[in-house]
């Protein structure tokens, strides 16, 4: 199994302000990622990012957030303004033969 | 209707017992089906992955697919303490795009 690391493991922000969210594959991979998954609730997908564009979106990814894959290795989320409904477990995943997850960073908007 | 369904628990059992856990969905365009395991704010660890109906074995767990009713279990035989976790199912219709079930939680005692 591939090995996803997270960075940072927890974020603390005030409301309004910008965090990003890095993600660091070992292996080259080339789909990636975004879920989260607030406090009790359900795992939910954000984003995938396949050979560095968008493929595909759900409708909690909306203008506030962007991906990117700024050097070829790290893979990173960023919510421009930060709301307290922003507050959730963030997980970068990618694929091998099958999808596997980090470890999570834990995003909590004060 | 929601798309997956899954009796969040929690489920408590005696080591050494057989564990079943179970998600219903409604949309038939799934095809990947998928059970992780999550310990306490950790990112989700995959168990299991099927694409067809029957049965997939894997040491201790079997999957068990039932396209047909739109019915997915995994079973546990000889529940170790360490099984203790919240279980995911996980389904995808072509892409890794997936919908995740709430999770069952589950407790092991010794």
């Known amino acids: 199994e591939p090995e996803v690391t997270q960075t940072p493991s927890h974020q603390v922000t005030q409301m309004g302000q910008e965090v990003i969210l890095r993600c660091v594959p070992i292996?080259?991979?080339?789909?990636f990622y975004w879920y989260r998954q607030i406090l009790g609730q359900k795992v939910e997908f954000l984003v995938s990012?396949?050979?560095?564009?968008?493929?595909?979106k759900s409708e909690i990814f909306d203008d506030q957030f962007s991906v990117e894959r700024p050097d070829g290795s790290n893979f990173t989320l960023k919510i421009r303004s930060t709301k307290l409904e922003d507050s959730a477990m963030y997980f970068c995943a990618m694929t091998g033969k099958k999808l596997f997850f980090g470890s999570g960073t834990q995003l909590s908007v004060l | 209707q929601k798309e997956v369904e899954q009796d969040p628990g929690p489920l408590s059992v005696p080591e050494g017992a057989i564990v079943s856990l179970n998600c219903t969905y409604s949309?038939?365009?799934?095809?990947?089906f998928m059970w992780y395991r999550q310990y306490s704010r950790k990112g989700p660890e995959l168990l299991m992955y099927t694409y067809s109906s029957g049965n997939k074995e894997d040491g201790r767990f079997t999957a068990q697919v039932d396209k047909s009713s739109k019915y997915i279990s995994l079973f546990i035989r000889d529940s170790q303490p360490s099984d203790s976790a919240t279980y995911l199912c996980a389904l995808g219709a072509g892409s890794y795009q997936l919908t995740f079930g709430k999770g069952t939680k589950l407790s092991v005692i010794p």
């Open positions: 990012f396949y050979n560095n564009e968008i493929s595909e």
């Open positions: 949309n038939s365009a799934f095809q990947y």
């Open positions: 292996s080259n991979h080339l789909y």
